[in-house]
């Protein structure tokens, strides 16, 4: 069936192994298997430069319709229509054309203001402390904001909303995501887009509803409700992760070339060549996927239609053929175009935005904290199906020592009488904490939860011998069900969550 | 083989030799001449392989294609004379073509 093999290289793509560092993998796949197939999970991969270039850029042998995630293409999940990032022509053309407008370098760069206004909130009250995240106090808070505003989502309810997008693309570590039931629509983006229609405002939501275009059956129209949404939840889905993680890689790499900080700090003119840099050494999507629509070939080999095919951004950004001593970062390094950004007709529609995102953080960072050192020990790198990067990185700055992080105590108001548990639930927005007041009564029980985000009652208690369990609703904005399910042992508690159909959340827990 | 001169915005000319058939945009991008981004590889979507062209050229290239014409609001400083080079295509007439850059794509 398939003749490519590719004796002695390997590369998983669910494997954590290589997730923390894929690069090694990368350049034997480039120089050994041009053209890679994994037998396991049935799909070829390319990692040169020239390969990636050439197969991003051919849209009718390497289609976007059957999805550009591994797991939507394998597992054959229906695409609505108006998913365009998922789309090929003619549907893609007139979608995404209906964007283009709103995405100009010349609107996001005159963004920069409350960019800085956004990385500033996040920063300001860091700088006195000796220690920060570079994702939970930056990463996390400013592209959401950005996005947020945008789109014209209320601040207070944007957390939620993220929390849904990086659900959906998150993988457990070692196997494909099962992406079956998976939803293109962001619950949550409803009210939103209802009080939008009564309230116009000078945001993209209200630019949406009101532009015209000409649909495949030739009709002149506005976007319908559900068109809308669908553009909506792709916009914040594809406008966050990837900066939090560009915003990550920045803190890490940079710690780890301090010479090279130190030039920025003293020159920020070179802010914009350090961050192409980044984009280059460490993209925070190293992979793109496409289905094959007719029989191809790599490098002599053939990749048969109906194949799946990974364009490897992360091999080709280090192709020693396009970049000379791939493997060093160096700001300096003349300008050859990474392709982090994709290529072709579905190259990032959001890197302006990006870009000046990613720009203004460093600069703002610099402000505050000219040097830092990330404590990778506490840091964790996150697998979802489409980025690679922190998932938390803490970090201190020089002079107040390696103090260890400690926990910063949850805001609860004073507890009642019951027992008491500070537990954390590991969620993609990096840890949450939150404090668990109960009351038990017989095999069930009463009590609350109150974390920074506000408090929620309980219910549903349950004791079984050494189990709980329990339900908390979340209603803003998206009705979330959580459904916790734990395990007492002592004064400690273990299990985890399940966040409506959005996977389950790992939590610890010990009794205060 | 045709002769492009490229100016960047700071006034430095890159000569490079460019094979009839394929894009202006493609001969700076081969030959990575600074100055022109060219994210999207010619897919003409995002508007970072803005030139200008000198008035002897201008009718000679022709006008902007419509694609051409709704992606190049991406670009900034558009003028009358600016074209996105990945909507032009290199025919053995163009040997000897300057084109300029703008100050940021
Ligand atoms: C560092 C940050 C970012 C990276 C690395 C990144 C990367 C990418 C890549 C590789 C693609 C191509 C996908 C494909 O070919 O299938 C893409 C497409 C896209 N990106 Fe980004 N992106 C980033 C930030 C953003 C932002 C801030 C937005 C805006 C809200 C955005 C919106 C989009 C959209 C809408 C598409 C789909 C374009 C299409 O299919 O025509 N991205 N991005
Ligand atoms: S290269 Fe993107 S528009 Fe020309």
Known sequence: MNAVTSPGVHWDPYDPKYFANPYPAFNRLREEAPLYYNAQYDFYAVSRYEDVERGLFDRDTF?????????????????????????????????????????????????????????????DPLVEGGRFNFIDDLGAEMPLRVIGMLLGIPEEDLKSVQHQANEKLRTDPGKPKDFTDHQFVGEGFEEYLDWRVKHP?????????????????????????????????????????????????????????????????????????AIEELLRFEPPGPSVGRYVAKDTEFHGQKVPE???ILFLVGGANRDPRKFTSPDKFDIHRPRVPHLTFGYGF???????????????????????????DVDLENAHLSSTSTVRGWETLPAYTPKAGKAKPVAAA??????????????VLKTPMGPQEMVMTMNRDGNSFTGR???????????????????????????????????????????????????GM???SALTGERI | MVKITYITFSGRAHVVDVTPGGTLMRGA??????????????????????????????????????????????????KENSRLACQITISEDMDGLVVHMPETQ
């Open chain 1, 449 to 499: 939860i109150d974390s920074p985000m506000g408090g929620e009652d309980i219910s549903e208690g349950k004791i079984d011998g050494d189990k709980l369990s329990w339900v908390m609703n979340v209603t803003k904005p998206a009705k979330i069900k959580l459904s916790f399910e734990v395990t007492q042992e002592g004064d400690t508690l273990t299990g985890h969550a399940k966040l």
């Open chain 2, 29 to 78: 991008r081969d030959n990575n001449v600074p100055g022109i981004d060219a994210d999207c590889g010619g897919a003409c979507v995002c508007g970072t392989c803005h030139v200008y062209i000198p008035p002897d050229w201008q009718a000679r290239l022709g006008k902007r294609t419509e694609i051409e014409e709704a992606t190049i609001e991406f670009s900034s400083d558009v």
């Open chain 1, 502 to 504: 959005f996977g389950k």
């Open chain 1, 306 to 308: 109906g194949s799946a």
């Open chain 1, 63 to 123: 289609i976007s319709g059957r999805g550009g995630i591994l797991e939507i293409i394998k597992q054959n999940v229906p695409i609505p229509k108006g998913v365009f990032i998922f789309e090929d022509p003619p549907l893609h053309t007139m979608h995404r054309s209906l964007l283009t407008r709103v995405f100009t370098p010349k609107k996001m760069n005159a963004l920069e203001p409350q960019i800085r206004a956004f990385c500033a909130k996040a920063l």
């Open chain 1, 201 to 273: 405002s000078d945001d993209l939501m209200t630019e949406l509803l009101n532009a015209e275009f000409t649909d495949e059956t030739g009709t002149t129209r506005k976007l319908t409700r559900d068109e809308v949404l669908l553009f909506i939840s792709i916009l914040a889905g594809a406008g966050n992760e990837t900066t939090n993680r560009l915003i990550g890689w920045t803190g890490k790499v940079l710690a780890e070339h301090p010479d090279q900080r130190r030039q920025i700090y003293e020159n920020r003119a070179l802010i914009p060549q």
């Open chain 1, 410 to 423: 949850p805001v609860a108001e004073e507890a009642p009488s019951g027992e008491r548990w500070k537990m």
């Open chain 1, 346 to 372: 579905h190259s990032c529609l959001g890197n302006a935005l990006a870009r000046i995102e990613g720009r203004v953080a460093l600069d703002e960072l610099l402000n505050r904290f000219p040097e830092w």
